[in-house]
Structure formats: C-alpha cells, structure tokens
C-alpha cells in the first residue's frame, strides 16, 4: 500500500511523538516534522506532503498565517488544524482557508486516525473528480470533432432519406459517396431476383457502355463478398478486377443492411487511376451514409408498396355496395365512393374538400357528423330517404384521421320486421279468442255438476296449461316491444316484498313436497328501479326451476344483499344441478347451484 507522508507541524516535540508513533506509523503513513510555522510551510512547499497536521499556536507564523501562505501560492494540500479549545470564530477562518477538518487538544489517537482517513479519503475523492474532469474534457473534444463529421454525413442523409423516388434515391446516394470520398467513380449495386448477380442500379463517373452490361456473381466477386460477409471490402495496392476487362487501382465496397431483410446491395466508390488508396475514415464515412442510403432505398420500396395498395383499397371503396364517405377532423369530405353519391344523388357534384355541411343534402348525416365530432364516439342511426329507402348508419371517430360513414340499405329488413310484428299482433289476437272461450267452458264445468276428485283435478290441470299459454304470449308481445325500442314502465318498488310474496306463494307447494324453503328478510333494503310485474316473473322462474331439480327432502334458499349500489338475489338448491361438461359422473354429481341476478338500487 502506498505510504502517505503526513507533515506534522506542532511546537512541542512530545506531541510530534505522539503523532507518529501512536497514530501514523501504525496507520502506514510516514511523518515529517516542523517545531514553527515558518519552517513547516517551507516543508510543505517542498516536500508537497499528502497531508499537513497544524497546529494553531506556533511561533514564528501561527496557524493561520501558514493557511494563508498555502492559499496564496495554490497549494491544494489537505489540512486537519488541531487547537486547544473550540473557537467558532477560529474553526470558520481556518475552514475559509482552506482546512478540512480539526480536532481539539487533549485528543485521542483514535479520533486523530479517524480525522486524517476522511482528509486523506476526500483528497483522494478531489484527485479523482479532477482526473475525471480532465479526461470528460478531452472526451468532448473529440465528440466535438466527430460531431462535425456526423454532421456533414447528416446534412447529405437528410436530403437522401427525403426522397421517395426510387431513381433519385440511388442517384444522389452515389454522388454522395464519390463526393465524401473523393473518388473517381461510385456505383450501386443491387441483387437480381434469384439474388445469384449484382446488377449496376445507379452510377457516378463510370463509362455509359459499361454501366449498360455491368454485372457480376455474387459468389465469385469482390462486391459480392460484401454481401456474403455483410463487412466492407477494401482493395488497394494492386490492380483489382471488378469485371472482365474492369481494372482499378483501388476500391471500397460496403454492404447495404435493412434490420428486418439483412443486405439488400452494395455502395461502391473505385479510383481507377490514382494510386490513393482508400483509409478507415473514408470506410466510417461511408458506412454511416451506406446505413442512410439502406433506408432511403427501403422508405422508397415501401412507398411504392403503400401506394399500390392505397390504388387497391381506393377500388375497393370505389366499387363497395355500401355507401361510405370519410371526412378529416376538421370536418371536410376526404372520400365519397360511387354508392353514396349515387344514394344521396351526389353524381357529378364536386364535394372532394368541401365541409360535410355544405356537401351533404340529408340533415340527418350532418346531424351525425356534428353529434361525432362534440362526443368523439361512434354514432348510429337510421336515415330514411324521399324515395322510400331506408339506411343504416354507421359514423365512426378515427383517430389521427377524422370519421369515417358507412350506410347500408335496410329497406327490405325494415319490412321483413313489420311484417314480423304483425304477424306477432295477428297470431297473439288470433290465439286469445279460442283461449278464452276455453277458459270460460272451464270455469263453467263446476256449474254443470258436481266433480269428483279425478275431474276436479283435470279441470286445475287445464286451467294451469291455459295460464301457461297465456304467460307465452305475453311474453312474445314483451319481446316485440323491446325490439321495437318499446321500454317498460319503470317505477320504485320494494323488491323485498316481491321476493316475500314469491316466496309466499310457493310456501304451501314447499310444505306439501317435503322441501324446506329458507329465507329471511334483510335488514335495511333499498327500494330498485324496475318493473314489480317483471321482477315477479323473474323470481317465480328462478324459484320453479329450484323447485323442479331439488328432491324431496332437499332444500331451497334465498337471500338479497345490497352490493355496491346493486342488490344481488341469490336462489340457491341442494338439487342435481348443471353437470360439467364431459364429466363421466355428470348424471349423478351433487352440486349446490346458485342462480343470481343484480338489480340497480
């Protein structure tokens, strides 16, 4: 370890002693002495030490004085002052110049040894930000120098990477890279389909006649290897073939890379009479343009490729039996294909860019367009025509490109669903006059005699299968309602009751089939918004189908809890239950099975 030299500056030798044998020697640090001020400074001016011990009260300079000197001759030496009592003035003018820590006469060698690690340890720290600052300095030296290089390479990819056409791509890539390597003649090469040759797509400076016929194999070329090897292929010195009768003095070939599709070509840049050859900043040069170049050329392909499919989808919207238009956000058509001009009578008329206001005659679509635009959500709506026709619209927000309208023609569902609904009318009336008049024969059967036990129970029979069938038409008319946007009436009620009169009503039944039925009332039950009709129905369901599974002996429970604003209904059974599927012993699985619902309190 290296031995750092401690100057001890102090009047009294024994202190100087104690210094070095108690607290440095063993600490591996070397001392040096002074008995006055004036010769430690001169000591700590040639000897430079890593550390200086100082002692306030000195002859010839005291302590301060030699902080005084230290600082203006800029000797960066770390000072721990030591002092017989605990001064602020004294602690505030010795740190100002300079001094790292003190400690206070009588000391302990421990304490002493602690004051001089920190010293020694922040020294160190200084040492090492001033080394690190030096070297930070000289790094951003050099990314100064590299950042003017990058910027020539960016102002020339700049403008290459800003084409899309794919000629103009290739042309200014080459002259970029004869320009930046001072070459005679520059070159791309890109593979053929069965990519087993390079052919010369772009050139700069090469003789018309061979840029017409260049080609080469990409298994027995230099330009090749680049491909093969994905590096760059640097020739000089001698007379390197590019093709039959092609001789030059030196050349550079670099690999052109896509991330997804590997190398897609080779740059070229060959002097065929001078002698220079072609250095490592010419190879980073070139490669950081080769890299800009690989992504001109793809964004160009890629170009290509969306145009051709935005000319497919514009015939596919173009020829689309749905009427559709598009408009941007600030609400101007961008799209009108040939069925919604043709539905909205819009042949002929010039609407391209013009405001939806303006262009579309039917208020309903404006309507929606204006709805969309205030919400951002999709819209429907059915837009009835003067023809007669009616449309089915569709108005969907799209971000980053406006909303988009798609109608189709419903005229004929329209009328396959009124003819439902009178059909649903018709059959309803048709079914209720026979249903009644054979209701009415069944209550008039008592009047006609008295029944025995076995009529009686035909008569209950018959009445309950004429309920049955009445209950099913009330519920197909409720379903028609509904799909005609019909609602029901919706009213307050307290469900509590209308789970206790359900349960009432199957009390009896319960008794009767030796079926415990449970229940108890909860407290504190809010009131629901519903229908009281329908949610009876509901419960009386929910309790038969219980009723249906469950043996005798078996048990049926209900309860209600207020969950989060909603009061979930529960009806529960020991039955059979719902088997799992593909269960080998589904017929026979004993299951507890809930049926619940959640009405809004």
Sequence with gaps: MDRKRVLIIDDSAETQQLLAE???????????????????????????????????????????????????RRVGIPVIFTTVRESPELVVQAFRLGARDYVIKPFDPQEMQEAIQR??????????????????????ERFQRQLQELNAIYAIGRSVTSLLDLNNVLNRVVEAATYLADAEEGMLLLPDQEGSELYLRAAKGVDEKVARSLRVRVDDSLAGRAIQTDRPVLMSGERAKVTTGYLVQSLLYLPLRVA?????????????????????????????????AAIAIENARLFETVEAERAKLETILREAQEAIIAADNDGNIMLCNATARATLDLVGADILHQPVREAIPHPGLRNMFVDAQKTGKVTHGEIPLDDGRTFNAQLTPIKGIGRVLVM?????????????????????????????????????????????????????????????ITNLINNLLDIDRLEAGLTLQMVRCDLARVIVEAIEDFRQHAEESEREL????????????????????????????????????????????NDDGYIVVNVADNGIGIPQPNSPTSSTSFTAWSQRRRWAS
């Design 119 to 140: 010293a020694l340890t922040s020294a160190t720290l200084r040492e090492e930000h001033d080394q690190l600052t030096q070297q930070l300095v000289e790094a951003n």
């Design 22 to 72: 108690l607290v440095l020697e063993p600490g591996g640090h070397r001392p040096i002495a002074a008995l006055d001020g004036k010769e430690g400074l001169r000591l700590a001016l040639e000897e430079l030490p890593d550390l200086i011990i100082l002692d306030m009260q000195l002859p010839k300079m005291n302590g301060l004085q030699v902080l005084e000197a230290l600082q203006e």
């Design 518 to 561: 449970r229940w108890e009332i909860p407290e504190g039950l809010p009131p629901v918004q519903g229908n009281p009709h329908r949610l009876r129905q509901v419960m009386d369901n929910l309790l038969n189908n219980a009723f249906k599974y469950t043996s005798e002996g078996g048990w049926i429970a209900v309860n209600a809890v």
């Design 408 to 468: 189709q023609d419903i005229t004929h569902l329209k009328e396959l669903d009124r003819a439902k609904s009178e059909f649903v009318a018709n059959v309803s009336h048709d079914l209720r006059t026979p249903l009644t008049t054979i209701q009415g024969y069944i209550e008039l059967l008592p009047r006609a005699g008295p029944l025995n036990a076995q009529q009686q129970e035909f008569v209950l029979r018959a009445g309950q299968s004429m309920e049955t």
């Design 260 to 292: 997804d599709r590997g190398v897609i070509g080779v740059l070229g840049v060959i002097n065929r009479e001078k002698v220079r050859s072609f250095s490592e900043r010419d190879i980073f040069l070139l490669s950081a343009l080769a890299d800009y």
